[in-house]
């Protein structure tokens, strides 16, 4: 499940431009892969990070 979520959310941030969101979704899709259950944690709290970055940009350019 982590895994297909990490690449379904890999997809639609590249598609947007979003080239960290984009990176740190495929460092999780390789920890998934590879069973290092370690890296979900920390890898999911910098694509919390990074997605709320993104998500205010997309909400400035809306409304700009």
């Given amino acids: 499940a982590v895994r297909q ?3 379904s959310l890999k997809g639609c941030a590249a598609n947007l ?3 960290k969101l ?3 979704c495929a460092e999780l899709e ?3 892969k ?4 370690d890296q979900f944690i920390p890898l999911a709290v910098q694509i919390e990070a990074e997605l709320n970055l993104v998500r205010k940009d997309l ?3 809306r409304t700009a």
């Fill in 17 to 19: 431009g979003a080239e």
């Fill in 30 to 32: 390789k920890a998934a």
């Fill in 5 to 7: 979520a990490a690449h």
């Fill in 34 to 37: 590879a069973e290092q259950r």
């Fill in 59 to 61: 909400e400035n350019e």
């Fill in 22 to 24: 984009a990176r740190l």
